[in-house]
């Protein structure tokens, strides 16, 4: 059976430039925004690839409470009790417990492999108009297909108590940020 369950993707971007990454790790350090990933997909499957599997500190992985799915072109790729290697988006997709939400966590390739299956996006948005902050990985979407919602639906579609701001907006390590939830437009 092909996947039938909702597909979300969840990141941490800089806007305008949708910088997700630099040197194989964030390049941002953001507790109150660490936590909100915690939060928002505890109790559900996350998938990832291989490289951001390893950009996980050793302490944090396998991410607890959460079923914890990696996507490598290797077949004989392991990573631990409780981690289940995948060679594929469709068998990764295939491996989600019912009843369980499905959050791709990244990184680009695996978000661009895994976008066609999704009908949301988390995506935090931090401020960076004039371009300070360095990245080589960047996400990519096209802005026509998809709709940015206003902040009760991200509330109402998060579905659980997660502790946001009324505006969705915080400022934290002197960078500003805003978590938002994207729809596909029909
Ligand atoms: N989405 C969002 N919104 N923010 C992110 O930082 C983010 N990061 C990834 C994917 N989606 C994201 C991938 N990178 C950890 C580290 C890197 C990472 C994802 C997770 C991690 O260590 N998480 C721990 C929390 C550790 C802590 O408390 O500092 C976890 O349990 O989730």
Redesign the pocket.
């Given at each position: 059976m092909t996947q039938s369950r909702s597909v979300s993707l969840?990141?941490?971007a800089t806007d305008p430039a949708f910088g997700i990454g630099r040197k194989g790790q964030?390049p941002w350090h953001l507790?109150g925004?660490?936590?909100?990933?915690?939060q928002v997909?505890t109790d559900s499957t996350v998938i990832?690839g291989r490289k951001?599997w390893y950009?996980?500190?050793v302490e944090?992985r396998p991410?607890?409470n959460r079923k914890n799915v990696v996507i490598s072109r290797d077949p004989s790729a392991c990573y631990g009790t409780g981690v289940l290697a995948c060679t594929s988006v469709e068998s990764a997709l295939g491996q989600c417990d019912k009843n369980k939400s499905i959050f791709v966590?990244?990184g680009a390739e695996i978000y661009k492999a895994c976008l066609p299956y999704a009908d949301k996006m988390?995506i935090?948005l931090i401020k960076d108009e004039s371009n300070k902050i360095k990245c080589d990985t960047f996400f990519r979407f096209n802005q026509n297909e998809w709709q940015m919602q206003p902040s009760e639906r991200l509330k109402e579609a998060l579905g659980k108590d997660v502790d946001i701001p009324d505006n969705c907006s915080v400022t934290e390590d002197g960078l500003e940020y805003t978590f938002t939830l994207w729809e596909r437009r029909n």
């Open positions: 969840i990141l941490a964030l507790k925004e660490m936590k909100y990933f915690k997909t990832m951001t950009s996980i500190p944090y991410l607890v966590i990244g988390f935090t």
